[in-house]
């Protein structure tokens, strides 16, 4: 079965720094990769994906990240944070046949940005 | 303007008894969701369907039930078997061929 582990349940960093989340997943076959966010008592808005192709993926907000097979990684970077940054971060893999998207989430990541 | 709707956004229920969530998607959607979120565990899948009146368990079905009678609707009902039923529910649908999932906004389910 397809699972995703995300390194570090909070992570804080100053305004202006690299902003890094890491994201590891177990899949059998060529997965389909997601890095959600979420802000306090809203719904969860996509920040970008994988399917195929170019293995950096650029998304909104200035995010971006890149697949490594070999890793079996997706970790998810911006080069410099915000302050409106600070939210909860879920990183998904995709299971599932017959077309439809059963996503298996990690635990996610909570970003502080201090000033 | 498309989306995903879930109401009510928070919710108080009684011990023992039912509650029904409301899910409607305007985004002509094949597959619909139910994830449970609590503080440190994600996102867990309660129930799933692809198509208009058929469904699937998902991992932490137990103490829901779920009907999907329009492809636009997809409610969810907390029973009373429902050991720990506070929680924050979110409601997804994607496309049948996509891969990515739209979210509704949730639900803050509380038992008083």
């Known amino acids: 079965a397809q699972s995703v582990t995300q390194l570090g349940s909070h992570v804080s960093v100053s305004e202006g720094a690299l902003v890094l989340l890491r994201c590891n997943y177990s899949?059998?076959?060529?997965?389909?990769l997601f890095w959600y966010v979420q802000y306090p008592n809203q719904g969860l808005q996509l920040l970008l994906k994988?399917?195929?192709?170019?293995?950096l993926v650029k998304g909104i907000n200035g995010f971006e990240a890149e697949f490594k097979k070999s890793e079996t990684s997706f970790h998810l970077t911006k080069p410099s944070a915000h302050m409106s940054d600070a939210a909860e971060y879920f990183c998904a893999v995709s299971e599932g046949s017959g077309g439809y998207n059963k996503l298996i989430f990690g635990a996610g990541t909570r970003l502080a940005v201090h000033p | 303007d498309g989306g995903i709707t879930q109401s009510p956004k928070y919710l108080f229920r009684k011990e023992g008894q039912n509650v029904t969530l409301s899910c409607e998607q305007n985004l002509n959607h094949d597959a619909m969701y139910w994830y449970r979120q609590d503080p440190g565990q994600g996102l867990r899948l309660i129930y799933y369907s692809q198509i208009v009146n058929d469904f699937q368990k998902g991992d932490i079905a137990e103490g829901y039930s779920v009907s999907r009678e329009k492809k636009e609707s997809f409610p969810l009902t907390v029973t009373s078997a429902q050991k720990n039923p506070t929680a924050f529910y979110l409601c997804a649908s994607s496309p049948r061929q996509g891969h990515q999932a739209f979210f509704g906004q949730g639900t803050r389910l509380t038992v008083v």
């Open positions: 899949s059998s076959v060529p997965p389909y």
């Open positions: 994988y399917t195929t192709g170019a293995t």
